[in-house]
């Protein structure tokens, strides 16, 4: 379900689920996986990925992809057990572990671009603007769709 309470397609729960380990690569320090690391990462294992199949698979806005040989090596690729995004595995611990990172990670580059924005504002609406954000960021799933590359 969206935050408006309506389901998402088979197709977009794919794509938040990539996009959150994209976004889990970065909150572990590292620099983000682009489409070419991705698409040679599954060549070393003798899968092939388009960069057009991968960018509407990271979108959503494509046809379903459940051939479970790709989505089996993207699951090796971003060390996760494979069922995760074959539609039967619970959220890795260590992927759950770090968007909560990721989250509070937004929530303080908001902040912290706000404080800049906004300037001379006092130590209680600033308060008041993390508590809204925080609030809102623990509501929604993370997710930065986009071709990365």
């Known amino acids: 379900m969206n935050p408006a309470g309506e389901p998402v397609s088979p ?11 994209l976004d889990v690569v970065v909150a572990e320090g590292n620099t983000p996986h682009t ?69 509070s990670l937004r929530a303080k580059r908001v902040v912290n671009f706000a404080a800049r924005v906004l300037g001379d504002v006092s130590p209680e609406t600033l308060r008041s603007i993390t508590a809204l954000l925080e609030e809102d960021m623990s509501r929604d799933d993370v997710t930065l769709p986009g071709v990365r590359d």
Do not use: C, H
């Open 35 to 103: 489409y070419k690391q991705i698409a040679a990462g599954l060549e070393a294992r003798g899968l092939s990925l388009s960069r057009a199949r991968w960018a509407y698979m990271i979108t959503g806005d494509g046809p379903l992809v459940t051939d479970a040989d790709l989505l089996t090596g993207i699951g090796e690729f971003f060390r996760i057990p494979p069922k995760y995004l074959l539609g039967s595995g619970d959220l890795p611990e260590r992927v759950d572990a770090q968007l909560v990172f990721v989250k």
């Open 11 to 21: 197709q977009l729960e794919l794509a938040r689920k990539l996009n959150l380990l």
